[in-house]
């Protein structure tokens, strides 16, 4: 089982950064997958960026690109969403997750989520 907890969220005006963090404990693998979604108010939950633990991949998705970057401290099971240049339209709860056995672009095939940090862009 993983549990998740993410931090780093708050409110900033457009232009500004933040930088997510998500803590994965349990038992995480170097083929597993962390990714970042997030779910704006009557909006379905969308993808932002994932990465496999243990390998180069990663994907970010076009909206943030360039201005979003994940990352990995993997002694530390750690993933982080650097946000830059942050505009109102990214104000969502982001949400961290994780499964088995590579990325997946759909929320579905993940098991484990965090509870979520607010981001609010004004």
């Known amino acids: 089982h993983v549990q998740l907890v993410e931090s780093g969220g708050g409110s900033v005006q457009a232009g500004g950064s933040l930088r997510l963090s998500c803590v994965a404990s349990g038992y995480i693998y170097s083929s597993d997958c962390m990714a970042w979604f997030r779910q704006a108010p009557g909006k379905e939950r969308e993808a932002v960026a994932r990465?496999?633990?243990?390998?180069?991949?990663?994907y970010i998705t076009e909206s943030v690109k360039g201005r979003f970057t994940i990352s990995r401290d993997s002694a530390k099971n750690t993933v982080f969403l650097q946000m830059n240049s942050l505009k109102p339209e990214d104000t969502a709860m982001y949400y961290c997750a994780a499964k088995r056995d590579w990325c997946s672009p759909r929320t579905g095939d993940f098991a484990y989520w965090g509870q979520g940090t607010q981001v609010t862009v004004s």
């Open positions: 990465i496999v633990v243990g390998n180069v991949y990663q």
